[in-house]
């Protein structure tokens, strides 16, 4: 019988999930790309891509040998032929959608976010965080590079744009239909030694898949059979991102303590309850659910640009350690009670100034947090040659742009990112308790932990 898959030692799951057409295929149907350089085109992809194939033969090393005898390394999915990594044949998947009006802030956002989770996962989770195919995650270390490894510090910089069908989506032909996929960014995820779950790490590990969608995609009619959107109803978290510089009362609230041009004439204008609901009815006509079910999911309310409006709620800078605790010398917990009582008084702002956000978000999930971020740490400014808007590498300094993530995480998966109890009678001068590792995993894991297959 010929081997379609190479003598793993590698731990192969049962199932895998295509991170692009979010098909389903068991790991032995995986093809492979050919590396020859004769061998190109491809019926679904066009004739610049390299042919897709399914192996007999493989080199020592395990690898498959294309039909010129050329040992390859890079696998595709059978349905969609679009490149799939290893880590989504090793790892389970973490879907995260990240959705919101155009300009609310998200591919600045994920560039933060990813940046920040770089050195935070590592320093302060005990855990490993890195591309799982850095080729297809280049554009956001593009972005990642343009702000915060910049030789030219003091230029303005601007990030393209999130184009509908432009580099962030992928099209595939299947016969005379032609269909764009969203590109996932995707991460992989482990814990390190030193983490109290470090033995387990295989089983926790996860392959995390984020998207970085065109805000016009989720103004009402946007979707088309030509860019669907599968991934929402598949995302275990939403981060729904909500930009008080696109609302009038907000604006108003703000009216002369923030210089953003944004609260100004360069202002976006968008219903922004109206994307929410209209990202609620897709999911819920994905997954076949009735029009009034709420999601079984976590939504984060990611409230974007803290720096412009932050004036309504106090104007503190907002610091990671203030909503984290130390479980050990390597490792520290979320304070979630912490985290609840600034989404508490969070939800109080968007209460008096928006409350159409509360009204929308909250019809569609039970389990809503409302959490400020800034991307930037600092407003943009009007480039005076292009008339848009612009940041100065130096300026960026960015505040709980992790916090979405690390909370999907912890909500997603208990034990990667654990969280920290409070006792009941702090210590004196102590107000939290250090959580000892038996004592932080205060929740049962939201799903339980399944070996993968071979
Ligand atoms: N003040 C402020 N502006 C931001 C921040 N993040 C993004 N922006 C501005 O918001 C605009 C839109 O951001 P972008 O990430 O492209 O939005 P997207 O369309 O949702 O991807 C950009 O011009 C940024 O300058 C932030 O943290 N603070
Ligand atoms: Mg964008
Ligand atoms: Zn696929």
């Known amino acids: 019988m010929p081997q379609h898959v190479p003598p793993p030692k590698l731990q192969l799951r049962s199932r895998v999930t295509c991170p692009h057409c979010w098909q389903q295929y068991p790991p032995e149907e995986v093809l492979w790309i050919s590396a020859h350089s004769d061998l190109r085109g491809d019926p679904l992809l066009g004739e610049d891509e390299q042919q897709r194939f399914l192996p007999s033969r493989f080199d020592p090393d395990g690898k498959a040998l294309d039909v010129k005898g050329v040992a390859c390394k890079d696998l595709a999915c059978p349905h ?138 989720f103004l009402p009619g946007g979707e088309t059979a030509r860019s669907p959107m599968k991934h929402l109803a598949l995302s275990e978290v939403l981060l ?70 932050c004036s309504v709620i106090g104007g503190q800078r907002i610091d990671l350690d203030s909503i984290i605790r130390p479980v050990n010398s390597a490792m520290s917990a979320l304070d979630i009670q912490s985290l609840q009582s600034v989404s508490k008084k969070l939800q109080d702002v968007l209460k008096k100034y928006a409350p159409e956000i509360v009204t929308a978000a909250e019809g569609f999930s039970d389990d809503v947090l409302y959490v400020p971020v800034s991307a930037l740490g600092c407003g943009p400014e009007i480039d005076s040659n292009t008339g848009a808007l612009g940041v100065r590498p130096k300026n960026v300094n960015p505040m709980w742009a992790e916090v979405p993530l690390l909370y999907a995480l912890h909500k997603s998966t208990k034990r990667l990112v654990y969280s920290a109890v409070r006792r009941s009678k702090p210590p004196a001068g102590n107000q939290h308790a250090v959580a000892s590792p038996a004592e932080v995993n205060k929740y049962p894991p939201n799903t339980p932990l399944r070996e993968t297959g071979t």
């Open 240 to 309: 729904f991102l909500f930009d008080p510089t696109q609302h009038p009362k907000f604006r108003q609230a703000c009216n002369g303590s923030s210089n953003d041009p944004q609260m100004g004439k360069h202002g976006w204008s968008h219903r922004q309850d109206q994307v929410l609901m209209e990202v609620a009815s897709r999911i819920r006509s994905h997954a076949g659910w009735p029009q009034d079910a709420k999601y079984p999911h976590p939504l984060i309310v990611v409230v974007t640009k803290y720096d412009a409006w």
């Open 80 to 217: 969609c032929h679009l490149s799939v990594s290893w880590a989504s044949l090793q790892m389970n998947p973490l879907f995260i959608s990240i959705l919101g009006a155009p300009g609310s802030g998200k591919s600045f956002l994920l560039a933060s976010m990813t940046w920040q989770f770089r050195q935070t996962l590592r320093d302060k989770f005990c855990l490993s965080f890195g591309d799982a195919d850095p080729l297809a995650n280049q554009v956001l270390s593009d972005y990642e590079e343009a702000l915060f490894l910049n030789p030219n510090d003091d230029e303005l910089v601007t990030l393209k744009k999130t184009e509908l069908e432009g580099d962030l989506y992928q099209s595939v032909r299947f016969g005379d239909r032609e269909v764009w996929y969203p590109r996932p960014f995707v991460f992989s995820t482990q814990p390190l030694d030193g983490h109290p779950d470090f033995e387990k790490r295989r089983l926790l590990a996860r392959a995390l898949c984020l998207y970085d969608n065109a805000g016009e995609h």
